[in-house]
């Protein structure tokens, strides 16, 4: 996800043992856990979000062409239509 090797890794906990001390890294790691936890979460959402949009969107564009259709080809299609439902 990162793309962070082992040396990378090693420099940030050393980092974060310094500044944050022994006794507070558990609580760090587990508020950046929790943290990450939501932020994948609220992405799913958004993502779940935009697939609702994808499915409304598609009707809309077929309400926006036929506003700009002429009323014969409207007619001509709505009895396409109605014949493809009678079969």
Partial sequence: MFNLGFQEIVVIFLVALIFVGPKMLPEL???LGKAIREVRKAAADIKGEL????AIRSPL????EATLLPPEELKRRDEE???ERRR
Avoid: N, Q
């Fill in 29 to 31: 790691a587990s508020g």
């Fill in 51 to 54: 697939a609702l949009d994808d």
């Fill in 61 to 64: 564009e077929e309400l926006r």
């Fill in 81 to 83: 239509r109605d014949a």
